[in-house]
């Protein structure tokens, strides 16, 4: 459990989403504890953690887990970080991916989004929105339109969780007359960063330029937050690189995704050592 003081430190450090208790927290039921400058999360015998330090000066990653496990024993464990030394620890690689950045305020517009941006605006209104029916309708057309593992799945369905649990998101919504045609939530609960969390598209009504419209209205505002980056999360796939890169996201951090049976471990130890 996290003491207010520490929710405030957490927030002046924060760098990369699961820096951000309430995200990881709606999305896992699971209570955050800060230990030696490491965030982590637990949830009856399962233990999200999270290995990028929030100070440079913060104690190897290694010897926090082990210092964690050994207090509260998890018998499974989720890890992100950008250390090659998960490798060691893993029965399933989930993820290798990298983080993307954009630095702030954001200093030109290229030509080509110029133009989807003048495209979009004849034909969309971008505002503040609150999380509702018809975006959980969009949500759930998204996952029955993908091939997701079933962790993803439990992601997006629990952003209504995080939406109700926050104080910090900020929902951007694109609509072409009364209709739903996009959104994006954006999270600013850190002192430094933005975080690009989400971003769907109505699949029943197409405008071109629409996620491109919100992006920069979603940059516009986290400039004025002072903000000095936008965290765009993860690269995900070439489509998804494209975009962020068209706007002048850059790669700034390796992220490694892994699961842990530590049932599986213990036996295989013990198995060593008879």
Request: hydrophobic share 40%; glycine share 6%; no cysteine.
């Amino acid at each position: 459990m996290l003491t207010d003081q520490e929710r405030q430190w957490i927030d002046q450090h924060a760098y990369v989403p699961e820096h951000l208790p309430d995200y990881v927290g709606a999305i896992s039921n699971a209570e955050p504890f800060l230990h030696h400058q490491y965030l982590f999360f637990i949830a009856k015998n399962h233990m999200f953690f999270n290995g990028y330090p929030l100070s440079v000066d913060a104690e190897p990653v290694e010897r926090v887990y082990e210092s964690v496990l050994d207090q509260f024993k998890p018998t499974s464990v989720a890890l992100v970080a950008s250390s090659n030394w998960l490798a060691t620890e893993a029965n399933e690689v989930a993820a290798v991916d990298s983080y993307y950045q954009l630095e702030l305020p954001l200093r030109s517009i290229g030509a080509a989004n110029a133009y989807m941006l003048r495209r979009a605006a004849k034909n969309l209104r971008v505002a503040r929105g609150r999380f509702g029916r018809e975006h959980r309708r969009i949500v759930k057309a998204f996952i029955n339109s993908r091939n997701l593992t079933r962790r993803q799945k439990s992601l997006y369905r629990r952003i209504d969780n995080y939406m109700k649990a926050s104080h910090t998101t900020v929902l951007f919504e694109a609509r072409s007359g009364k209709k739903l045609a996009a959104f994006n939530i954006v999270d600013l609960g850190a002192v430094n960063y933005a975080f690009y969390l989400f971003s769907f598209r109505s699949n029943q009504l197409n405008v071109p330029g629409a996620s491109d419209l919100l992006f920069y209205e979603m940059v516009k505002f986290a400039h004025s937050e002072g903000k000095m980056a936008v965290n765009l999360g993860l690269g995900v796939n070439a489509g998804i690189r494209r975009f962020k890169e068209k706007w002048g996201g850059k790669r700034f951090l390796d992220y490694h995704s892994m699961m842990v049976d530590k049932r599986e471990m213990d036996i295989g130890q013990l198995a060593k050592k008879l």
